[in-house]
């Protein structure tokens, strides 16, 4: 073991929710983090709406956020129980019921879903000496005495000791060391969106789907969601009396509706499909449902256009460790999965947990760099094999009861 202290100063490429969970990790630990985010503000792009959060996730987060940031996440989480899930046909005939055990269950701080634009601003809270946006990695480079300096498009540049490569499923850092790495195409084309959940009760949405995660499956073998997302308390107020600096932004309840399509029923290619308006998507969907129970074919009516996009589902297999070196991966950029088991951010911040904790006890000279991140990549190999694989399973579930 190592004595003395070996300050390290580690570099984030992606201010997404792993790189600025392991950021708030490694501030509360005292080690010099720097973030580098391709967009140029916090709200520079459609990062989806509300996120599941599962038990794991859950003790991540607080572990890495200081606590009054904790209890301003847990104030404005959704203040449903989330533990369970119904499946109907699309004749709203119930099929499956299941409930998943969670130890914190009803507990009144208890974080099972949040928004997303919510927790990001959290997640940035306290960073902005640390983060810098409008930085678009190009490249790496490692330099004789270990170290590693990362290239940005506008021609700036940085060096650390560590780079850790929180670029999410496109990643640039990936492309670079490890090409062979791309996340599988599932075939799987998503449409998400907001419908305001005020709206689309006064418009008649059933009781039975107002308050639970309900999954809708399709013998057409199209699939739809609705995750209500009910904020506990207004962001600006909670914020006002526990973080007063972080810019949250009020937003009313909401449904997160998500519709599956394989690629090969859309009757277009790719590149027609990815040009569509959020109109055309809304009425891609309203007319893909046309057939359904009639309370069904009402939810994308309410949907929001301008909030409506669509991404293909990818999945990382196998999940593989990188080398030991001063590179590192995490979150979506080394285990890509589909949202179906509402899994992939909660993998991600709990990457940002282990790793933080080990990049601090190397920087308290506790720690050899190469033993710290292979003792993370063996823990997390594991566990985001098994997030990837369970997140497959029920998208699987879903095609196959769909095709029988
Ligand atoms: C609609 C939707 C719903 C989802 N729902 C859930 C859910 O309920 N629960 C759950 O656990 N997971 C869910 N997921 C998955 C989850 O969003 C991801 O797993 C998670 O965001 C991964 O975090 P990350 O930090 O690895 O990547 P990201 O959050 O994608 O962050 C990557 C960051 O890197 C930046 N970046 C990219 N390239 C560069 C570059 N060249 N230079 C600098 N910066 C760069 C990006 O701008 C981005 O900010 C969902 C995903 C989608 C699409």
Known sequence: MRTGRSPIRVLVIGGGIGGLCLAQ???????????????????GRRQGYRLRISPEGEAALLACLPAPLARLLAATANTRDDSGLVAYDEQLVEQWAPHFDDPRAGLDDKIDAVDRVTLRRILLAGLDEVVHF????QRLERTADGRVTAYFEDGTEAAGDVLVAADGTNSRVRAQLRPQDVPQDLGIRT????????EAIA?????????RFSYVIGTDGHHLGLMPMLFRERPSQAAARLWPQARLVDSDDYYMSVFNVHQQDLGIGDEEFFALSGEELCALVVDR???WHPDLREIFAFALPETTFAVPLRATRPVRAWETGPVVPLGDAVHAMPPSGGVGANTAVRDAQALSGLLAAVDRGERELAGAVAEYQEAMVGYATEGVEMSLRIAQWSIKTAEA
């Open 203 to 211: 418009a008649g949405l059933p009781p039975a789907l107002q308050d």
């Open 134 to 137: 409008g930085k678009n990695f």
């Open 191 to 198: 449409i998400f969106s907001r419908i305001p959940r005020a």
């Open 289 to 291: 449902t046309k057939a």
């Open 25 to 43: 990790g490694l501030r509360q630990a005292g080690v010099d983090v720097q973030v580098y985010e391709r967009d140029e503000s916090a709200d």
